[in-house]
């Protein structure tokens, strides 16, 4: 956890933690508030924060369901197609990404409610079994 209030040798500092950042329940009800911003104060200016360099959170994390269907079709002797139709992310889950740990003044501070890629994607192919 960052904060850009004053500059201290490299122009970093870090927030005061004044209480439990943790936050409690599903991931769906925390996407607005990942940590709880009230745990942190800013400090004085020219003063180290107390707040460590790493709060050691973990993200929602990524959880995908993929699919495939494969039929192989007999077509002449000593021939064969086989079809497939694959997707990934099959139920289409959205995937958040970690929340932001810059500078707790910013709107989205300790939110974690972008998503990251995943889309759910298909392929269809044909191809001759060797």
């Not at 009800?29 to 004085?44: E, I, K, M, V």
């Not at 000593?78 to 003044?105: K, V, Y």
Request: glycine share 12%; aromatic share 8%; charged share 20%.
């Amino acid at each position: 956890v960052t904060q850009n209030g004053g500059a201290i040798w490299d122009g970093t500092q870090r927030p005061n933690l004044i209480g439990d950042p943790s936050t409690s329940g599903a991931i769906q009800d925390r996407l607005n508030g990942y940590f709880n911003r009230a745990a942190f104060s800013q400090p004085a200016p020219d003063v180290p924060g107390s707040a460590p360099r790493n709060l050691n959170y973990r993200g929602p994390g990524i959880k995908t369901l993929d699919a495939a269907m494969l039929k192989s079709i007999y077509v002449k002797e000593g021939q064969r197609i086989e079809i497939r139709l694959e997707a990934t992310n099959f139920t289409n889950t959205p995937m958040f990404g970690d929340p932001a740990t810059g500078a707790p003044t910013a709107d989205d501070w300790a939110d974690a409610a972008g998503t990251i890629g995943y889309e759910i994607v298909t392929r269809l192919g044909a191809a001759p079994e060797a």
